[in-house]
Nanobody, 115 residues
Framework: QVQLVESGGDLVQAGGSLSLSCACSENIFSVNAMGWFRQAPGKQRDLVAIISKPGSTNYADSVKGRFTIARDNAKNTVYLQMNSLKPEDTAVYYC?????????WGQGTQVTVSS
């Protein structure tokens, strides 16, 4: 099973920026898709952004124009650049990978945006 390790979560003021990283234990060329989900307290885990093997991307409406997902194939790492952060972006952010018909999750990283 794919192992994922996230990093980059922090406390930031509204309007600020953060970059999250997700290191994958396997060559991401073998992974069908990777993405970021988030879960706020008392809420379900929702898709934030996803990038497919060919490189196409998809974003939640709430983050379009503010967040960018990208990957570095040489480092087997996927990034989430988050700009113009809002208090409602506060959540635990989880990295996800789909490979061989199975999904894998990272342990999550906390992002807190203060107003």
């Amino acid at each position: 099973q794919v192992q994922l390790v996230e990093s980059g979560g922090d406390l930031v003021q509204a309007g600020g920026s953060l970059s999250l990283s997700c290191a994958c234990s396997e060559n991401i060329f073998s992974v069908n898709a990777m993405g970021w989900f988030r879960q706020a307290p008392g809420k379900q885990r929702d898709l934030v952004a996803i990038i497919s093997k060919p490189g196409s991307t998809n974003y939640a409406d709430s983050v379009k124009g503010r967040f960018t997902i990208a990957r570095d194939n040489a480092k087997n790492t996927v990034y989430l650049q988050m700009n113009s952060l809002k208090p409602e972006d506060t959540a635990v952010y989880y990295c996800y990978a789909s490979s061989g018909g199975r999904g894998s999750w990272g342990q999550g990283t906390q992002v807190t945006v203060s107003s």
